[in-house]
């Protein structure tokens, strides 16, 4: 009887421990992503494509604003393995210890990325990699082609008063202000005339309908016509065009557009390193990227291989050929606390004075 | 018994007394312990940070500071906003007690079985989902070309827009229809406990209805009407949700300006001195409200 008690017991303590083995090994295999929702890294078909490629999971957490990327990373250390930063954060990520450095060795599709791109200085920073160049784009704005007959060239129209009551305008007070600063032709990252984008940003007062804070807004303000022209991020045009079927087209004015890059990075005490560097070397790669951008809609790839497997008449191939405009791009640069909180006081300050 | 032995029950009620204190403590404890560090704990932390410089986390090095407070009274957009949301705060009780004391007086005194019980769950229906689906169900009403203007295109042809999404009284309104089942609920309770035969007294005095409700039903309802006011005020001043998704270019508040240093800006600092402005302006608030509430309750 006590014998029979003791096997009993051992077979099942077996069971438990095999188990919970097979368990911590699923465990293993999984990891944690944060990005903007809907932003390529959580497409259901790439995550099985991935899965079945190196039978790792991903999961998915998600942020609203760069601040609070940068918060979750501060108060959740070790709760994420791969995050999407734009580079203009990375060297404030990087000197919080927020991210780590990369072991780029080994992941096939680095070599292929465009060198200006895989070296940028914010992304490289003393020959240690920490982050690696995913996609790239501008922020400028898109039109309804059904209001809009001929594609405006400039980014006056915003302001123009035929289009009082018209204009949707995203929520963020360095994105304003730097469009602002486009308009009254100064430097994105460190405008030196405040009081000239402050008065272009009160002249908004009878233009915008109403502020945007995603590109699921974007798409259900758009479709439903609460606005016929509004800021924009150009990868996220093309989904709505592609994806939405949303009849948009977005606009690099002459006066210029904010240029963004946007790496991914490995998080500080990320649980599974190895991992998180293959899912990486999987979207830069172009299997993923023209897929990407063909059903869904995408920024352009910062892998030259990528772009140059995209049909001849991609809006990414397209978009960015006259030389003249692509010159006029400033690309967001870091900024530090202090500036970024003039900007939001600003910001804040223009939108009481918005209020009726 | 205790007629039998009145000796052993004085000695038995010192035992007692002490040991029902020691019961009180025993029972009470742990939710006074549990209230201690989930409200207590985080709102004193939050209370610190609102004197520092910045945020002390990683190496960011935090001096003590009174800056954040000065930067409410030195910036006039703070105030403007600040009156914004409390001007919000008592529009939206108000509107609430409109529609709410009705719908509470009708339940409680006019309607009875299973038709209150079914009237009961449709109030408290809203309150089982999500404040967020809430409010954006309220976008689809309000949109141009939504449901709203839909319906009353076909009622009347010709009808034109609306035009109500993103303006100052769409957010009253899906803020007033958000809080006010604890108008109604609060009310219902202390309207139920009226005795009919007072009101029915004064009828038959020759009371009209009007001065029945005005001399009876509001001043023994007041505790009810006190508590929801109350209940629905204080949140709705630091609301920040409802105005920024049905207000558009309208719905910068104090509530939605201290979200953003939140999750704007790293400025947790900054946020937690203007919360707890806010929080000082409503306690004064009801501190004049105060001899008002004692006088009619």
């Known amino acids: 009887m006590r014998r029979n008690f003791l096997r009993h017991l051992a077979i099942s303590l077996s069971v438990v421990a095999g188990l919970m083995a097979a368990n911590t090994q699923a465990f293993a295999a999984e990891i944690r992503v944060l990005n903007w929702q809907g932003y390529g890294t959580d497409e259901a078909w790439a995550l099985e494509m991935f899965k079945k490629k190196t039978g790792i999971s991903v999961v998915h957490d998600y942020f609203n604003s760069e601040q609070e990327m940068l918060t979750k990373l501060r108060t959740n250390p070790g709760a994420y393995d791969v995050v999407l930063i734009n580079s203009a954060f990375t060297g404030q990520a990087a000197k919080e210890g927020l991210i780590q450095v990369i072991d780029t060795s080994g992941m096939k599709n680095v070599g292929d990325l465009s060198p200006n791109m895989r070296n940028d200085a914010s992304l490289v920073q003393g020959g240690k990699t920490y982050g690696v160049a995913w996609v790239w784009g501008v922020t400028s704005f898109a039109v309804d082609t059904g209001d809009f007959k001929t594609i405006p060239d400039s980014i006056e129209v915003l302001w123009d008063p035929a289009n009082a009551g018209r204009v949707g305008w995203r929520d963020d007070a360095v994105e304003a202000v730097q469009f602002a600063a486009i308009a009254t032709g100064q430097n994105i990252n460190n405008p030196a005339d405040f009081a ?161 | 018994m205790a007629v039998a032995h009145p000796q052993a029950t004085d000695t038995a009620a010192s035992v007692t007394g002490r040991s029902r204190r020691t019961a009180i403590l025993a029972l009470t404890g742990p939710a006074y312990l549990w209230l201690a560090l989930t409200i207590f704990l985080p709102l004193s932390a939050m209370l610190y940070y609102s004197f520092l410089s910045d945020v002390p986390i990683g190496d960011r090095t935090a001096v003590l500071t009174l800056e954040n407070y000065a930067a409410f009274f030195e910036k006039e957009f703070y105030q403007t906003l600040m009156w914004r949301s409390f001007r919000l705060g008592f529009e939206v009780t108000f509107y609430c007690l409109v529609f709410g004391f009705p719908c509470a007086y009708v339940l409680a005194k006019t309607i009875r079985g299973r038709s209150r019980e079914a009237l009961f769950l449709l109030i408290i229906l809203p309150f089982w989902s999500n404040a967020l689906v809430r409010i954006f169900s309220w976008t689809m009403v309000l949109r141009g ?15 034109g827009s609306l035009n109500l999404m993103f303006t100052y009284p769409a957010i009253i309104l899906g803020l007033v229809h958000s809080y006010i089942p604890y108008m109604i609920l609060t009310c219902y309770i202390s309207i139920e406990a009226i005795d009919n035969g007072v009101i029915e007294a004064a009828r038959s005095l020759g009371a009209r209805r009007l001065s029945v409700l005005r001399r009876i039903i509001i001043p023994l309802a007041m505790p009810g009407i006190i508590a929801g006011s109350i209940l629905i005020f204080v949140p709705v001043v630091g609301s920040f949700m409802e105005p920024r998704i049905l207000g558009g270019r309208q719905g910068t508040f104090i509530g939605t300006i201290i979200e953003d240093q939140f999750t704007a800006v790293f400025n947790w600092p900054l946020g937690a001195a203007l919360s707890f402005i806010m929080l000082a302006l409503v306690l004064v608030v009801l501190a004049i409200m105060a001899p008002a509430i004692k006088r009619v309750t």
């Open chain 2, 145 to 159: 070309n939504g449901v709203l203007e839909h319906s009353l295109n076909w009622l009347i042809p010709e009808f």
């Open chain 1, 196 to 356: 000239s984008i402050r008065a272009k940003l009160r002249a908004l007062k009878p233009q915008i309908r109403t502020f945007w804070s995603s590109e699921d807004e974007w798409n259900q303000f758009m479709s439903a016509n609460e606005f016929d022209l509004a800021t924009y991020w150009s990868g996220s045009a093309a989904r709505s065009k592609t994806a939405f079927n949303l009849p948009v087209e977005f606009v690099i004015p002459k006066e210029g557009a904010i240029g963004w890059l946007d790496g991914l990075s490995i998080a500080t005490g990320a649980p599974d390193t190895e991992s998180a560097r293959a899912f990486i070397d999987f979207m830069i790669d172009p299997a993923f990227y023209v897929k990407w951008d063909t059903d869904v809609g995408a920024p352009a790839s910062a892998n030259a291989a990528a772009n140059a497997q995209l049909p001849a008449t991609a809006f990414n191939r397209t978009a960015f050929k006259d030389p003249a405009r692509v010159a006029k791009i400033q690309f967001m640069g870091p900024m530090d606390d202090g500036l970024r909180e003039k900007i939001l006081e600003l910001w804040q300050e223009t939108k009481t004075y918005l209020l009726d």
